[in-house]
């Protein structure tokens, strides 16, 4: 079935350094790409988002690529700030076996002042 | 636009006993998905609903069960509580069953069984 993998953390950086959070994905076809985030006591707030290979989804900073190729979604950001630090989720919403979407395990990000 | 809402955010329950979450998704809104959330299994799809009918279903026990109203809200319930049963609910909106896949989440319900 689809899966999602991206890199385990916590990942511990300064204040104004470059992030890549890694993530990899299983999936039949062309899948729509995803990335979540989630602040602490908070729900899941939409990121950025892919919905076919090669597209650049990009927010507040914040870049993914979609590579059908290596199967990767990376997320990286060129300067963080204290105020990034949260829970990061890479998902995969794909075409087979009904709609669901399919989260990572998640990447804790601590940005240190 | 409001965002999805969830109640009750906070829930304390007993093992043995049931529970109801509510959900109202986006005005517009016609597909509601719900997922668990825990330390030990991360985000795991429960369901989803669209036009009032549940159309997918994820590998968790018949105690947990849904429903979706004609105004697209949506309710969960699981019964027969179990320590297990701890963790936070996400419930997420989506606009129909159309190529657009994303989904915008709610602050999520996060119940303790004690």
């Known amino acids: 079935g689809d899966s999602v993998t991206q890199m385990e953390g916590p990942v511990t950086l300064s204040e104004e350094a470059f992030l890549t959070i890694n993530c990899t994905y299983t999936?039949?076809?062309?899948?729509?790409l995803f990335w979540y985030v989630q602040y602490p006591g908070e729900g899941l707030q939409l990121l950025l988002k892919a919905t076919k290979a090669d597209d650049k989804g990009s927010n507040k900073g914040f870049e993914a690529t979609y590579r059908k190729e290596t199967t990767s979604f990376h997320l990286e950001k060129g300067s963080v700030q204290v105020s990034d630090s949260a829970v990061y989720f890479c998902?995969?919403?794909?075409?087979?076996?009904?709609?669901?979407?399919?989260f990572g395990a998640g990447t804790r990000l601590f940005v240190k002042a | 636009k409001a965002g999805v809402t969830q109640t009750p955010r906070y829930l304390i329950k007993t093992r043995g006993q049931q529970v109801t979450l509510s959900c109202s998704p986006i005005s517009g809104h016609r597909s509601v998905s719900w997922y668990q959330q825990t330390p030990g299994q991360g985000l795991q799809f429960l369901f989803e609903?669209?036009?009032?009918?549940?159309?997918n279903k994820g590998n968790f026990p018949g105690r947990f069960s849904g429903r979706q109203f004609s105004n697209s809200r949506s309710e969960m319930n699981v019964s027969t509580l179990e320590l297990g049963d701890s963790a936070l609910y996400l419930c997420?909106?989506?606009?129909?069953?159309?190529?657009?896949?994303?989904?915008?989440f709610g602050p999520g319900t996060r119940l303790l069984v004690l």
């Open positions: 998902a995969l919403s794909g075409n087979t076996g009904g709609f669901k979407t399919i």
């Open positions: 999936a039949t076809g062309y899948p729509s």
């Open positions: 609903y669209f036009s009032e009918t549940q159309r």
């Open positions: 997420a909106s989506r606009t129909s069953g159309g190529a657009d896949k994303t989904q915008y």
